[in-house]
């Protein structure tokens, strides 16, 4: 399995979720499966997003769209981290 590692601060929490939902369509047919949302421990805007992805190949190319970087311009993100990762191993305890 394929997952994205994003780690970025935002303007305000509550318009960057906005954003985040009106764009589950857009992120679907690119191909992400599935996502988790995080937050820094008492820093409300800063914003962990883990995600899983058909392919790399396909996040990559959806993450570098001219569109979607203006979408993080209108969310208010500042300077996002993306960390391509495929799984090796998964396990419950």
């Not at 960057?16 to 008492?42: C, H, P």
């Not at 569109?67 to 209108?74: A, F, S, W």
Request: net charge negative.
């Amino acid at each position: 399995m394929q997952h994205v590692l994003i780690i970025h601060e935002v303007d305000a929490y509550p318009v960057w979720k906005a954003v985040f939902d009106q764009a589950t369509e857009m992120r679907k047919q690119a191909g992400e499966i599935s996502y988790q949302l995080l937050r820094y421990e008492n820093e409300e805007n800063n914003i962990v997003l883990f995600s899983r992805w058909t392919s790399l190949e396909n996040a990559r190319r959806f993450f570098e769209l001219p569109e979607l970087v203006e979408i993080r311009k209108q969310a208010g993100v500042k300077a996002p981290s993306f960390i391509y990762l495929q799984e090796i191993e998964q396990g419950v305890l």
